[in-house]
């Protein structure tokens, strides 16, 4: 084997050694090398594990690329070809050096796991560990080298230290509310874990808010007076921050500590100053990489959130003192709002309040304001006031601008506090004493404010912490109960306006029915009248028509309860009583909450009256008649009785509209079956009559060709150039009255033939027509452009005629082109097929496109091309007896497109 081929599996590291001057080192040339050592050099340039091979007694170096990474950019590729204890002189090879003489003199095997091996590959005496195994390499007499596996684990083992340092701290700081046990625990975990926490120092703010080192682990006393400079270049950075110091000599290992880090004690995110700082010696033998970086944090967020936790709990300690002094407000609340809760009558309920939170004060009274006609008026008292005077000038009520400790809490919706009292602000004299403290708060139920609730004290002192958030409480449970009990009232009214909706639904569902089956106006309207009277208290119901001047009763339900009243509506009304011209002249309903007496009748016959409705009932939108219902009892029109009522006549109207419009309906329901009888009628006279002309007309159209014909030869060659042309002009006359025949006997068979629809194959049947068509174009320039064509639902024999009839059209249109261009293409819609035929032809005037499917319709002229004009006649009448349409699109000298429709199922 070759040196190029021995190293060529290498990777780099083959190549630096297929380059390297062997003969120069210990070993030789590789040619000379032995065959053990050629193949544990192969063996190991060939593996992706690690591995370092030691050849000789010196232990001279070869390694593979996956071992690069152990040795770092100190050492590679420098160790190449040199002798172990040359390359590790000053890191591993003193602390291995044992076994690597018990492996070369016993030939001892050794394994290890994490074993510690301190090496220095980027620029600095690092700390690694390893899973290693050294194997010696037995030779003829001796042993000849050594082979190591290696595995790297530093992150593994500088991982799990890390994390039990955590474990710790955190298992120590676990129930632990007290700073000072915090810094305790934080101590500890330091001497825990003495290779990355080498010393701690922990600054905390004193009552001055100002840094002190309050605690400090791993430094005697006399050096930490040195980091008093480093603390002034602090700054007030969230950021964790690396510091180069004057070197300590301590920790885990030999080597001084020259770095720090600074540690900001603000939770991440926050703009808020630091609550400390915590300065941490970094690990001489290793840098501060991401992963160190992340210890330190979760070491400062363990660290904040005890600080945190103490803070807290210093705070509760300082609100339970509070809560205890609640207590009996919270008892009192409990009690209040039980009776709250059954109360509904909103002062009720503000007195109450006023009782309780009063049992709570010191001695003192309470009013509760509401602002009336420009003043504030007391609404509720509990307690004496200070003097008689006073009493009568608040008893008289207080300008509504004036006072200030009413006028603020209900301007700005706070609480308004004063002690002491200042009376002079209220303009309040004549009174030998006035309260020492007063406490006014802003009541307000649903975003509206009510009134004001006030609270005195007979003596001065000042409101405390304690005191205002028993009257803030007061406040908002009253607020909030007031508006409860509002809300309470309101759903009691729409749970009777519901009841009430419902029977009026109940009785639509059944007037909805009858409206459906009556059509006679009077019973339609009876009905009505049944059913608005069974949803309201005792009355009536009237309904009027103007007949001559005179308003005419045509339905009444209920006694009206007055002979004399019955006899003036048996007589009929003037057409101008108030009642019944108002509502006839607006269009709207007229509703009199109470009746106007005497307005329509004598007083002495409607004095039983109290509420009345009057209602016009709408036909088409015009007025036909009054709906009136009197009452007997007094009632508010509600807008729940508005609803059902107009709802009523809505109905009614609608019920009155569509039996005229069944009338009308059937009136021309009946005419059009008339007409559509007569006009079957004649179409079967005209295609009997067409038929009929076509076969009569076909005799003499035969004779005169036929004596034309014996005419020529009776005359022979005695024919003159004029007579020869007469007789020329009969022939093509009597040829195209023949044509104009068989087309109007065609349309006639078309109309008179039965439909036999099935599917027919549109793309075989238009093959079909081309073939016919083709003996007559031979000598033409024709482009077919044919798309896809589907299956359809059509008699066979009749479409073909109709598409024969299209494509002849387009062939003989689009003569005059030097290429005519025939395409033929389906489109589909969601219920039909469009069949389109277009052609470059000399197309049409698109202003008579409606004339060209009328029989003997022509676009041009006979001289230019021949035709009948009932071609397209029938191409429409074989595509309407299909379910289809036609229509047709074109331009003068643009050609033209003809369409028709087929239904995709049959008809």
């Not at 009274?365 to 008689?388: H, K």
């Amino acid at each position: 084997m070759t040196s190029r081929s021995l190293f060529e599996q290498g990777g780099e590291t083959g190549t630096l050694m297929r380059d390297f001057d062997w003969a120069r080192s210990a070993l030789g040339p590789p040619e000379l090398w032995s065959p053990r050592l050629r193949t544990y050099v192969e063996l190991m340039l060939a593996s992706k594990q690690p591995m370092y091979l030691g050849w000789t007694r010196d232990l001279i170096a070869l390694y593979n690329d996956a071992y690069r990474p152990i040795l770092g950019a100190d050492k590679h590729p420098h160790a190449l070809g040199q002798p172990t204890a040359d390359i590790f002189e000053h890191d591993g090879y003193p602390g291995l050096k044992p076994y690597f003489d018990a492996l070369l003199n016993q030939g001892e095997s050794f394994a290890f796991d994490d074993i510690l091996v301190p090496l220095i590959r980027h620029g600095y005496l690092e700390e690694c560990y390893f899973d290693v195994s050294y194997t010696p390499i037995q030779g003829d007499v001796q042993v000849e080298g050594m082979l190591a596996t290696v595995n790297e684990t530093t992150e593994r083992v500088l991982s799990t230290r890390r994390t039990g340092a955590l474990a710790f701290l955190a298992a120590h700081l676990l129930g632990i509310n007290d700073k000072h046990q915090i810094a305790d625990a934080l101590m500890q975990g330091a001497r825990h874990n003495p290779h990355d926490l080498p010393f701690i120092l922990l600054y905390l703010p004193d009552e001055e808010q100002n840094l002190k080192l309050q605690h400090a682990e791993g430094l005697p006393e006399a050096d930490l007076t040195s980091f008093d400079a480093l603390r002034e270049t602090w700054g007030g950075g969230h950021d964790m921050q690396v510091r180069s110091i004057t070197p300590q000599t301590t920790g885990a290992w030999p080597e001084p500590v020259t770095q720090v880090a600074v540690l900001p004690l603000t939770k991440g995110g926050t703009l808020t100053a630091p609550q400390g700082h915590l300065v941490i010696g970094l690990n001489a033998r290793k840098q501060v990489d991401g992963a160190y970086r992340d210890f330190l944090e979760l070491l400062k967020s363990q660290v904040l959130g005890a600080l945190r936790s103490a803070d807290l709990a210093d705070t509760l300690e300082e609100q339970n003192a509070e809560l205890e002094a609640r207590t009996q407000m919270l008892e009192a609340f409990s009690t209040l709002t039980h009776d709250l809760g059954i109360l509904s009558e909103p002062l009720h309920l503000i007195q109450e309040t006023q009782r309780m939170v009063l049992s709570l004060l010191p001695a003192g009274f309470s009013q509760y304001y509401e602002p009336q006609d420009e003043r504030w008026v007391i609404r509720s008292q509990v307690g004496q006031v200070n003097t008689p005077e006073l009493q009568a000038l608040l008893d008289a009520g207080l300008p509504f601008l004036e006072p200030p400790n009413l006028l603020t809490p209900w301007q700005t919706g706070e609480s308004y506090f004063q002690a002491p009292y200042d009376p002079t602000a209220d303009r309040l004299t004549g009174s030998e004493t006035y309260p020492g403290a007063t406490a006014t708060l802003p009541i307000t139920v649903g975003g509206q404010r009510r009134g004001v609730l006030g609270f005195a004290l007979f003596d001065p002192q000042a409101w405390s912490r304690a005191d205002r958030a028993l009257l803030e409480t007061a406040m908002r449970h009253l607020n909030l109960t007031l508006e409860r009990a509002e809300q309470a009232q309101d759903l009691q009214a729409r749970q009777a306006e519901v009841e009430s909706r419902n029977h009026a639904l109940e009785a639509f569902a059944h007037l909805a029915r009858d409206l459906a089956l009556e059509t006679d106006r009077v019973a339609l309207v009876r009905r009505a009248q049944e059913i608005v009277l069974s949803l309201l208290p005792s009355g009536y119901a009237v309904y009027y028509e103007l007949e001559e001047g005179l308003w005419r009763a045509k339905a009444q339900v209920g006694d009206l309860g007055n002979e004399g009243l019955q006899a003036l509506v048996d007589a009929g009304f003037p057409q101008d009583i108030p009642t019944l011209s108002i509502p006839l002249t607006t269009g709207e309903p007229l509703y009199q909450d109470v009746y106007a007496r005497g307005a329509d009748t004598p007083t002495d016959v409607v004095q039983h009256l109290q509420a009345v409705v009057t209602l016009p009932l709408l036909f088409r939108r015009v007025p036909i008649g009054m709906f009136v219902l009197g009452l007997f009892e007094q009632r508010a029109w509600t807008a729940v009785d508005r609803a059902v009522l107009e709802t009523t006549m809505r109905s009614l109207s609608l019920a009155l509209e569509r039996a005229e419009y069944t009338r009308e309906l059937t009136a021309q329901r009946d005419a059009l079956d008339t007409r559509t009888l007569a006009l079957g009628d004649a179409n079967e006279e005209l295609e009997a009559f067409a038929y009929s002309v076509s076969h009569d007309l076909r005799t003499p159209v035969r004779h005169i060709a036929g004596f034309s014909t014996l005419l020529r030869k009776t005359l022979g060659d005695g024919l003159d150039p004029k007579a020869e042309r007469y007789l020329t002009v009969i022939d093509q006359a009597t040829l195209r009255m023949n044509h104009l025949i068989d087309a109007m006997l065609d349309l006639s068979r078309t109309s008179r033939q039965p439909l036999h629809v099935r599917l027919v194959d549109l793309g075989a049947l238009l093959t079909d027509i081309r073939a016919e068509l083709m003996p007559d174009v031979l000598e033409r320039d024709i482009a077919w452009r044919i798309g896809p064509l589907p299956l359809v639902w059509a008699d066979q024999d009749l479409l073909r005629q109709a598409l024969l009839n299209l494509l002849s059209n387009a062939l003989k249109y689009s003569r005059t082109r030097a290429q005519a261009v025939i395409e033929v293409r389906v489109v589909e819609r969601s219920g039909d097929w469009v069949v389109e035929v277009q052609d470059n032809g000399v197309g049409f005037d698109p202003r008579y496109s409606d004339k060209l499917f009328g029989v003997f319709q022509r676009m041009h002229r006979q001289e230019e091309f021949e035709g009948t004009g009932v071609g397209l006649a029938n191409v429409r009448r074989i595509i309407a007896r299909h379910g289809g349409q036609v229509w047709a699109k074109g331009a003068v000298g643009e050609g033209a497109t003809f369409s028709f429709s087929l239904p995709k199922v049959a008809t």
